[in-house]
């Protein structure tokens, strides 16, 4: 059966997220792991990556504005970070957190703050990409479901 | 170690193979992030693992305590309060015979040997994938 414009452009807009580096294959096990007995699976992955992520981001943020810098804290919120953003899949956020985590360990507030910026922006394009794909893969099974084959 | 034995099937997705537990293993996921909670347990339960999640090593403590065994345990490094290899040291003393895993954001060699020494069986860094669970599945079935 031929796919229709609105399936193609699903399967093209998820493979930009492979392609620019966003995702990588622990996202695809992620899918492996929806069916029909779980058929929203990784929408609602997404839903707890993004609300245990954003505690994580406001407790870093709230850190990096003391002074001095407790180095050992904001490594431990960044060891979550990364350990949420490996298991989901993200890939450039999870480079973010390494080397966030190398500028803990070597006591550089700056290299912290600079990398927190690029971490953040990374996280905020994911998060606007996923939620752009799964609004696009809700509207191409509403559509399949309105005109099914035949 | 473990319970079981009979033979075992499973269902290895990346390699495309048909594998069903036949004898029900189970397993306990430790883990304070959401989404590495979720994600672990949605991995054993493909494969046919009842698994249970909980978020400190207190809580695991307290199950163990009350009589649960699990063939599984797999355990976060840097729990809050009771860490990862205290958690293990714990049950272990209690008399836990499960396999214990224990799993961690950024592999580190003190922090392995701290788990081992502990008495974890294995030490990996995440994500847990289908190339970890599968050969552990296979051993607790033989």
Do not use: W
């Not at chain 1, 606007?128 to 035949?150: D, H, I, M, V, W």
Request: hydrophobic share 35%; charged share 25%.
């Amino acid at each position: 059966m031929e796919r229709s414009p609105l399936l193609r452009q699903v399967a093209h807009q998820r493979q930009t997220l492979f392609d620019e580096g966003l995702l990588d294959e622990q996202f695809v096990r992620l899918e492996e792991l929806q069916d029909r007995t779980n058929p929203n699976f990784v929408e609602e992955i997404v839903t707890t990556y993004y609300q245990d992520t954003s505690r994580l981001i406001l407790n870093i943020e709230q850190e990096l504005e003391r002074r001095p810098l407790d180095f050992g804290r904001l490594d431990g919120y960044m060891y979550q970070f990364n350990g949420s953003s490996t298991s989901f899949g993200a890939k450039k956020v999870k480079a973010e957190c390494s080397l966030f985590r190398e500028y803990c360990r070597a006591g550089n507030g700056e290299g912290c703050m600079r990398t927190f910026q690029q971490l953040k922006r990374e996280y905020a394009t994911l998060k606007r990409k996923l939620e752009a794909y799964f609004q696009l893969a809700r509207q191409a099974r509403l559509t399949q479901t309105a005109s099914p084959p035949g | 170690m473990g319970m079981s034995g009979g033979s075992a099937e499973g269902n290895d997705k990346s390699e495309g193979q048909s594998f069903s537990c036949k004898n029900k293993l189970t397993a306990l996921v430790v883990d304070n992030g959401g989404v590495c909670r979720v994600i672990q347990t949605a991995l054993l339960r493909s494969y046919g693992v009842e698994t249970e999640a909980v978020e400190t090593g207190e809580a695991e403590v307290e199950l163990i305590a009350s009589g649960a065994t699990f063939n599984l345990i797999i355990i976060e490094m840097l729990l809050p309060v009771l860490n990862g290899p205290e958690t293990a040291r714990q049950i272990r003393t209690m008399g836990a015979q499960s396999m214990i895993l224990g799993i961690t954001a950024f592999f580190d060699e003190r922090d392995q040997q701290e788990f081992l020494a502990a008495g974890a069986d294995e030490f990996i860094e995440k994500p847990l994938s289908p190339e970890v669970v599968i050969p552990i599945i296979r051993e607790l079935h033989n």
